[in-house]
């Protein structure tokens, strides 16, 4: 499952992966994400928590990187990834190589109070 938040008074878009997320999470979530990137103003800031996530189909990497391509589209200044088990990497730094060219460089913390930190939220 995806669940996808945003607060437009601080520019934040979050995205919580939970359990074994397959390729039809990415579709049923798609228009929702896409709807609160386009809420946001260049510049905004996406944190995306895997702490939740027990396995990501290999299937889901076009469908992450399609999102990881509308958000630097729209203008992202900012990517925070939270992933506490390094094993849980599915892959996203080598996508952010190709989607995010030019654009931020993502940040990878162990914590979600790490991330609020750094997001100084």
Excluded: H
Excluded at 3 to 16: D, E, F, G, P, R
Excluded at 40 to 64: I, Y
Excluded at 83 to 109: Q, S
């Amino acid at each position: 499952m995806i669940l996808i938040t945003s607060n437009a008074a601080k520019q934040l878009v979050y995205v919580q992966y939970f359990g074994r997320v397959k390729p039809e999470d990415f579709q049923t979530t798609r228009e929702e994400f896409l709807a609160q990137v386009r809420a946001m103003k260049p510049g905004f800031r996406l944190l995306a928590d895997l702490s939740q996530l027990e396995s990501m189909n290999v299937a889901c990497a076009p469908e992450l990187g399609q999102m990881m391509t509308r958000v630097a589209e729209a203008g992202i200044g900012r990517v925070l990834r939270v992933i506490p088990d390094p094993k849980k990497d599915i892959g996203m730094n080598i996508l952010a190589a190709f989607r995010y060219r030019g654009g931020p460089r993502p940040i990878t913390c162990d914590t979600l109070a790490e991330a609020v930190k750094v997001l100084a939220l």
